[in-house]
């Protein structure tokens, strides 16, 4: 009996560890803060204006993000970015002081923020250990991975165990060649990448489209089965033909494009007789 009990114990706590063990293939991404992209991209290369100069002699805010050493010649003697000092206070606010919260003036828009972007994780295209939060206001929070075994995945809004070299997708927007390009980010095909010469820019296509690098525009794809209409443009769809994405045997859709026989019109899933024009 005892034996029988010891057993079944030790069955449980297999099966608790194997769940554990599934469980951290995705990690759920955890902010810390750090110092924004926000800071490092649009601050120091789109605005320099928010660099600061010396004014009087002390300590004061050289950027949103470092602290300078001012001499009574109005001279910067030293700088030092808040975040080399404690990576939980990496804002530069008043008068030099480290900060946990960065001042209004310094939240620019980060060009990692698609427009679209209302409260999730964008990647950074160049380093697969790292994503930014992207806020509403489209400001950045750049966090880390864990470690380097795993990679921001952007399906899943996770950091994912890396398995295979190609689960971690990288586009070096520093090397000129990739520069005045647009790339698509293959982990996650909504999205677009285009390398300005100041570093990538992130974009994001329709939520049923996929961006195609030779066209150099998003169009419509397949992403389950069904039929689905076509835009026209106006906000409305095309009442004549509609998308079908139809299963193939390797498990992925093939699109088509249908026509509604005659004499029917595509309404929300399908080809359908007109309905009657309401009594007026
Ligand atoms: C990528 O990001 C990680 C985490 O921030 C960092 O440790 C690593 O050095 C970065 N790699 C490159 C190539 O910049
Ligand atoms: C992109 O468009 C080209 C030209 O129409 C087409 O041949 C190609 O299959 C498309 N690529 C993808 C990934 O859909």
Redesign the pocket.
Known sequence: MGAIVWILGLCCALSVVLQTVGADEHLPIVLRMQRTVASDINNVLNNPSISEQCKTRGITCGSCSSVMICSHEKQTVGSYECSSIDAQRPYCTGNGVCTNSMEEKCKTPSELCPPESTGSYYP?P??C??SVYCAKDNTAVKT??PS?SYYFNSIKQSWTLRKTAADCFQINCLSATMQNKFYVYKPNPQLYVYCATFGPMTFKCGANEEFNESKRACEFACKKEGNVGIPDGNGGFLKDRYYSCLATASGSFQLFELNCPVGLIFIDDDCKLAPLSPPS
């Open positions: 950074v160049g380093n250990s790292e880390s991975a380097s």
